[in-house]
């Protein structure tokens, strides 16, 4: 997210921690400590509404949580830590509360058990220290160490998230970064994307779908079976479901790597990307459910988006609408089935569908004023 005023853009740069055996163990102390913050106010909050029918705010609940820190053994950990526990519960409520009136059947905000609470954080940079590759707040022993497997970027710390995951911890360090405006290349594309070909641009380049869940299929439903056969409350069935969250993991790791070289070369390579403005919820949902989640197009957007801003560059999203069935020489709007994987004009345009899709986004994000 870009700001007007100092030119800079909000990023995230995710680091693998180092940490000690006592590290170890006071991190994840941490962890069970939030996860019964969270469950404690999400109670206070259910217990409020039943007896007085009026709720709970976020900062009801961080005024009482200056006087606990008062009277109790609350003090050990840094109060932004605290509160940004407390601003998930509230965020969790507001995502309840917006969907509900956007006509959906959301599920309520939900006690969290161990095995779904993975996180914590800084909602400030406040509290916590970062020193060249060492970070230390109140309640860890020592400093901990981060691997530096690039350099942290020259900005301002805006908060920081700690996360474990099956090979350990990592923390997500939340920056603002100055635009910095890659030069200009002349180049402009409007992108199609699908199922077969991932992105097809209007230059007629198309970058193939990798399917990296469709290739472990075989090897995910052999841990799953093996998962299945064990007794619960094993080690056995432990071990094999770590097996199984290492797969998910892998499978992730290859996808989001891929989705970050191709939106990176494209950002790169063009002034102006255009693509178009799906309704991914609902593809998601089709009949092609489990394609569309395998290529992820939402992501693949989201990546462009904000490299994009970062870089200077344009982003624009166009109406989805026709744009496989306009002709990109003419604009006549000609209906075509699926099955048709090749553009027939009367006025004698014959290309890729895919192709002249690209070529129809391009040419609607140019007349948009937002490009202009």
Known sequence: MADAEDNTVVLTYKYRLLPTKRQHAALADILESQRILYNAALEERIDCYRKTGKGRSFIDQCKGLTELRAESDYRSVPVKLQRW???????????FFCRLDSGNNPGFPRFRGKGRWRSFG???FSGIRLNGNRLRFKSLPSSLRIHLHRPLPEGRPLGCTFTRDHKGWSVCLQYSVPVVNLPATGNQAGIDVGLTTLAMLSTGEAFPNPWTAKRAEREFRRRQRALARC?????RRRKIRARVTRLHAEIANARQTYLHQLSARLVREHDLIAVEKLNMKGLAAGMLAKGVHDAAWSKLKEMIAYKSEKAGRRFVEVKAAGTSQTCPECGQVKAK???ERVHRCDCGCVMD???AAAIVVLQRAVASP???
Do not use: P
């Open 122 to 124: 800084f909602s400030e």
């Open 85 to 95: 526990t407390l601003k998930k519960l509230d965020v969790a409520y507001q995502a």
């Open 337 to 339: 089935s699926l099955a």
């Open 370 to 372: 937002v490009a202009a």
């Open 231 to 235: 007794k619960r409350g094993s080690n």
């Open 353 to 355: 569908r895919d192709h």
